[in-house]
C-alpha cells in the first residue's frame, strides 16, 4: 500500500514560481512516478513523469522547459518544479505511482498506468 501526499500549492501570479512536493509512504519508493493536472470543468491531465531512480523524465508539451521534476528517493519524496507559470497552470495538481518500473513513454501519460494517487493540491495563477 502506498499513500501520497501533496503540498506546496498556493495562488501566484503569472510568471513566479512555485515548488510543488508529494510525500509517499510505504516499504519502498522504487516506483514510477508523475504528475497530472485537472482544471476546473477539464479531464485530468498528464504533467510530467521520472523513473524509479531519476535517471529519465518525460514531460507534457505545454511544461517543457518550464517544469522540472525529481525526485529524492532517501526521503520518499517527488517534486516539481514551476517557473514562468501561465493562467493556464491553474488546476489541483496530483501526484502517482505506477508500482511497475516500465517507463515507456508511450503509457506514461495514461492514467490507467498508476496504482496509486494522492488528493491533489490547488495551484492558482492570477494573470
Known amino acids: 500500500q502506498v499513500q501520497l501526499v501533496e503540498s506546496g500549492g498556493g495562488l501566484v501570479q503569472a510568471g513566479d514560481s512555485l515548488r510543488l512536493a508529494c510525500a509517499a509512504s510505504?516499504?519502498?519508493?522504487?516506483?514510477?512516478m508523475a504528475w497530472f493536472r485537472q482544471a476546473p470543468g477539464k479531464e485530468r491531465r498528464f504533467v510530467a513523469a521520472i523513473n524509479w531512480n531519476g535517471g529519465m523524465t518525460y514531460y507534457a508539451d505545454s511544461v517543457k522547459g518550464r517544469f522540472t521534476i525529481s525526485r529524492d528517493n532517501a526521503k520518499k519524496m517527488l517534486y516539481l518544479q514551476m517557473n514562468s507559470l501561465k493562467a493556464e497552470d491553474t488546476a489541483v495538481y496530483h501526484c502517482?505511482?505506477?508500482?511497475?518500473?516500465?517507463?515507456?513513454?508511450?503509457?506514461?501519460?495514461?492514467?490507467?498506468?498508476?496504482?496509486?494517487w494522492g488528493q491533489g493540491t490547488q495551484v492558482t495563477v492570477s494573470s
Open positions: 502517482a505511482a505506477d508500482i511497475s518500473l516500465s517507463f515507456i513513454r508511450a503509457t506514461l501519460s495514461d492514467e490507467g498506468e498508476y496504482e496509486y
Open positions: 510505504g516499504r519502498t519508493f522504487n516506483y514510477v
